[in-house]
């Protein structure tokens, strides 16, 4: 009993999902042929966003932040709410923009797809306090199945507007590439952990690193780093994310961009940092190498993009090259603005890519074109999108600034004073496609596109997102109070153990 | 009241901008008069609590008065916190002149003006704040609040205009669409973006050497860094704060970007925020890296040198009135930092006396050539002529800039320049003094004959004839910003009073080990 209650954030969720598919039951089948024209109500959304909605207020107030289940291969800790409030908040910007979207291209299969979002979100919530690298797995792969399939789910249909009427069959496309690299990234991850558990003798994290090193077990370690790296979209293994971000339904992939990769994030953290702190100078050069070339290539590949998916796709793949960059830090701090970083990425990003739908959405497809004289047609609309880039960008007083300004921070605390120096650049130069998104939305005027109109909960979804990125940008205290906390929570024993091990070296 | 006075002199343009957001457009001329009168009562109070701070620093006390600290992020030792200095004050003085002036002076923008006006209080409530605060990262923030606004105010309300395709780089001309206001913009933006990811790198060094527990300045300018660390990072401070000074080689968004940029933008950009620059290198790179300083500042003083005449020099070539008051900004920028280098009293006395004036001359300038261009069209000096004829208080108002650019005594440029190649003269460097003077002479030849060729000899061309004269508000924000120089010019001690108990107390900082050195047998 004891162990459910540590479990009952990743337990909640999945009775939600039982529930949504209760709902999905109950509802009324259309009969086929002339009454299918009509609409149906998007219920079980609307029970997904409010259980959503529902277990995020509570995890406020029923904190589990110690004891294990499942013999000890999960271990509940601040850490890991944190990272399950930034999911669950995740989930429930995702499934806000989404609601109206599915509704819309998929109207009578809309239960499967919640389904399919929950059963993903579920294993979020177990990834961060996985402590076994067989849960860690399962727990992946929970999460990244149904997004393959959330991917071409509206695979019969085409680009729903635009100059440039795209074919059919892009969402099928999604998914198929996505899956493909996925399955082989798995793959890859297996074999990794294969090597590293042989040679290690065990899968659980506290005891990986107690012997040393093998050169084999390094091998799996840079297998491993590669196979989670597919997921987070890192260089080079970021093929799919243009393309997939390009296809899949854009609500959808708003989602795909933050949630998966925090889940990602909180893996690499997981093995690397928990698991294998202590052997840093083993796994540190081609982590620092990935930073540098997920930085370096996701800001020049997105200069030359005409598609704003991509754009924001290429743009997504630096944004992880920063945190990884943090997550080098391999210390309290640098672990305390991953966080920070993933939750203002989160709020940024999903903002973004819901602006680009909405705009999108009222005429001229995924193009710049699709922006213009925005100011006019929607100031709101326009006035959010400025926030969002700003953020992106990590320019003052929206919370985007004290992301970057705190990873390189703790990077630089850490020694990887090149690797800093390398990202300040690389995000200078990323500053001119954001201000060409800007320039399109703010200062052309061309055309005579009709005002965007989002639906009702669209619109919430994005005030949600303007609100964290400009109310955290001005008063980020309490949000970087919580990071800290929970990096040092998971860092400080860690740190402390390593550094008696130093002492013990150097007596011997 | 009076313990918030510096928070509400930096919120009142921001609540202003935030009010001028919401104030619905349908209402044609009535709204169109509320946004500018919120602007212009949120300037108003701005300027009157920066003339009421100024009179209510302790002159004989000196130091940090008015001290206001929230703590912001206070786990890492951000604070927000404010206080007033001896150079505060007359720098807040000028933006709330600047600020005022610009807001009468951009009465009559046609499109978005919502947004500009929004913009333009954001930007100014970024200026006030850099002044004031004590925290050297909130003063990086409050920098990039002043600086990135410029962006979107100069692509969308800037003017584009035909720069021929000269010299061996022809071909760039055509690529980047030199000359128009977006490529302007992103200049500008993207060149002062680099400076500011320099000055980030030295706030990281500054702030783990000291220990990594607080951005204050007063605690970072008395720690002892090593001479090492200070000869590595000066030079990111100067040339990161240095870009917006306009220093050679870094100068070149600004001629582009001024000549682009609407009216009140252009005061206020050359007025006020190249100013942040060049405060910037003084009080974050001279007072908190003493020893850096006084490596590097032959090298400092040799390009302010170069800036004072290649300015005066490129001024010299142009036709477009615009350009040339970039230019001069660009030349009379290079005096601010000379007279830092010289690392003497006078020098600095006179390097901040120069931001002031300065401010206000080209504040001066760039709206009397507003007022011109939006009558006549054209910025072209060699197809104007005569105009003195027909707007006659623009041509007095211009005359008067163009006496106090060339150091004419009289006037606020004559104070500075005259302290600055002093200062010059008797540093160790007395050389510098030279190239100066000749710019100040090289000044002289440009303006004048800019001034003659557009307002004096005989009258207008008929394409001209019906020009008028400067209207309503425009009279405002000339007669404010003419008589300021010529009050400054008789009277310096009005503010001089208060920069030199700053000066005398910073450049104690700067020079304190050299003399306990000189003290050694």
């Known amino acids: 009993m004891k162990e459910l209650a540590t479990l009952w954030l990743p337990l909640a969720v999945s009775a939600l999902a039982v529930v949504a598919l209760l709902v999905d039951l109950m509802l009324p089948v259309p009969p086929p042929g002339g009454a ?42 601040y850490f890991a709410t944190y990272l399950q409030r930034l999911f669950l908040m995740g989930g429930l910007l995702g499934a806000l923009g989404g609601l109206d979207d599915v509704a819309k291209r998929t109207p009578h299969r809309q239960g499967e797809f919640w389904l399919m979002l929950l059963s993903s979100l579920a294993g979020m919530m177990i990834l961060p306090g996985a402590r076994d690298l067989l849960l860690i797995v399962v727990a992946f792969e929970l999460m990244g199945i149904p997004l393959y399939i959330m991917a071409a789910y509206s695979k019969t249909d085409a680009e729903p507007t635009g100059a440039g009427v795209a074919p059919r069959g892009w969402a099928s496309e999604a998914g198929l590439k996505m899956y493909l690299v996925g399955a082989t990234s798995t793959a890859i991850t297996l074999f990794g952990l294969a090597l590293l558990t042989g040679m290690q003798g065990t899968t659980k994290l506290d005891l990986l690193a107690a012997t040393p090193l093998s050169p084999l077990a390094a091998l799996g370690l840079v297998f491993v780093l590669g196979g989670v790296g597919y997921k987070i979209g890192m260089v080079p293994f970021h093929m799919w994310v243009p393309d997939t971000y390009q296809g899949a339904s854009t609500p959808f992939v708003a989602f795909l961009s933050v949630a998966p990769k925090a889940a990602g994030m909180s893996v690499l953290t997981s093995i690397f940092l928990f698991g294998l702190g202590a052997h840093k100078d083993v796994w540190l050069p081609p982590m620092a190498i990935i930073a540098f070339l ?74 710049f074109a699709s922006l213009s004289g925005l100011h006019r047609r929607s100031p709101g609309l326009a006035l959010s999108l400025l926030m969002f880039l700003l953020s992106l960008a990590g320019i003052p007083f929206v919370i985007g600034f ?19 120096i390398s990202g300040i650049v690389l995000a200078v130069m990323g500053l001119f496609y954001y201000l060409r998104v800007l320039q399109a939305a703010y200062m052309t005027d061309e055309g005579d596109l009709p005002t965007p109109q989002p639906p009702p909960a669209l619109q919430l979804a994005i005030g949600l997102c303007v609100l964290a990125v400009v109310g955290l940008g001005l008063w980020p205290r309490p949000l970087i109070e919580a990071s800290t906390r929970a990096g040092v929570e998971m860092m400080a024993p860690l740190q402390a153990a390593q550094a008696q091990a130093a002492v013990k070296l150097t007596q011997r | 009241m009076n313990s918030h006075l510096l928070s509400i002199i930096v919120a009142a343009p921001a609540i202003a901008a935030l009010i001028v957001m919401f104030i619905s457009e349908r209402d044609g001329a009535n709204s169109r008069l509320a946004i500018r009168l919120v602007s212009l009562v949120g300037a108003a109070i701005s300027f009157a609590g920066s003339l009421v701070a100024i009179r209510t620093y302790d002159k004989a006390l000196g130091g940090l008065q008015r001290v206001e600290d929230y703590p912001l992020i206070p786990s890492f030792g951000v604070h927000v916190k404010l206080a007033l200095d001896g150079w505060g004050g007359p720098l807040l003085v000028l933006t709330g002149v600047i600020l005022f002036a610009g807001v009468l002076a951009s009465w009559t923008v046609k499109t978005r003006d919502r947004e500009f006006f929004a913009l333009l209080l954001v930007l100014t409530a970024g200026v006030f704040g850099v002044f004031v605060s004590q925290d050297l990262l909130v003063f990086f923030l409050f920098y990039e609040i002043a600086v990135l606004p410029m962006y979107v105010l100069i692509g969308i309300w800037g003017s584009s205009h035909k720069v021929p395709a000269r010299g061996p780089f022809k071909f760039v001309w055509n690529i980047f669409d030199i000359g128009g206001k977006q490529y302007a913009a992103m200049k500008l933006t993207l060149m002062l973006l680099v400076g500011s990811a320099a000055i980030m790198a030295a706030i990281f060094v500054l702030f783990l050497k000291a220990g990594g527990t607080t951005f204050d300045m007063g605690v970072l300018a008395n720690t002892k860094y090593d001479r090492q660390t200070q000869i590595i990072v000066f030079p990111l401070v100067w040339l990161g704060f240095g870009t917006l000074a306009g220093v050679f080689p870094f100068h070149t968004w600004s001629p582009d970007g001024h000549a682009s940029a609407p009216t009140a933008v252009s005061m206020l ?165 030279i190239p100066g003077v000749l710019g100040a002479f090289i000044t002289a030849i440009y303006v004048l004959r800019a001034t003659r060729s557009i307002f004096w000899g005989p009258g207008p061309s008929h394409d001209f004839h019906d020009l008028s004269d400067a209207k309503k508000t425009e009279w405002g924000a000339i007669v404010i910003l003419g008589s300021c120089l010529v009050i400054l010019g008789f009277w310096p001690r009005l503010i001089l009073d208060y920069i030199d108990p700053g000066s005398v107390e910073y450049l104690g900082k700067v020079l304190a080990p050299v003399s306990a050195l000189a003290r050694l047998p």
């Not at chain 1, 029970?47 to 029923?62: Q, T």
């Not at chain 1, 004290?402 to 800093?420: E, H, P």
């Not at chain 2, 206000?360 to 000096?381: D, K, N, S, W």
């Open chain 1, 402 to 420: 004290w992301a970057k300004l705190y990873v390189f921070l703790a990077a630089w605390r850490a020694g990887l004073i090149g690797l800093v």
């Open chain 2, 269 to 433: 950009h050359a007025g006020v925020l190249m100013k942040l620059g060049a405060f910037g290198v003084m009080r974050v790179g001279m007072v908190i890296l003493p020893e850096g300083a006084r490596y590097w500042v032959p090298v400092v003083g040799a390009v302010a040198a170069i800036n004072v005449l290649y300015g005066a020099f490129c001024a010299m070539n142009q036709t477009d009135l615009k350009y040339i008051i970039a230019y001069s900004s660009v030349s009379h920028m290079g005096v601010v930092m000379l007279g830092a280098a010289t690392l003497t009293t006078t020098g600095w006395n006179g390097a901040v006396f120069q931001m002031v004036a300065h401010g206000i001359m080209t504040g001066l300038f760039f709206a009397l050539v507003g007022l011109v261009y939006e009558r006549a069209h054209t910025r072209a000096i060699l197809k104007m002529g005569g105009f003195a004829n027909v707007m006659p208080g623009v041509a007095a108002f211009f005359t008067l800039g163009c006496l106090s650019s060339l150091g004419l005594p009289g006037t606020a440029g004559f104070v500075s320049e005259f302290m600055v190649f002093l200062a010059a003269w008797k540093s160790q460097h007395y050389f510098w003094a």
């Open chain 1, 294 to 367: 997920s930085m370096g290539v996701g800001n020049l590949l997105a200069l030359p993009q005409t598609d704003l998916r991509r754009l924001l796709g290429y743009s997504g793949i630096a944004q992880m090259g920063y945190v990884l960059v943090a997550l080098a830090a391999n210390d309290a701090m640098g672990l305390g603005m991953v966080l920070f970083f993933l939750t203002a990425y989160l709020f940024t990003n999903l903002g973004a890519f819901l602006v680009v739908h909405t705009a999108a959405e009222a005429g001229g497809g995924y193009t």
């Open chain 1, 36 to 77: 299918r024209s009509k609409t149906p109500a998007p219920v079980v959304g609307w029970v997904v966003i409010l259980g959503l909605a529902a277990l995020f207020c509570v995890s406020f107030f029923h904190e589990t932040n110690s004891g294990t289940a499942m013999h000890g291969a999960y271990r509940a800790s």
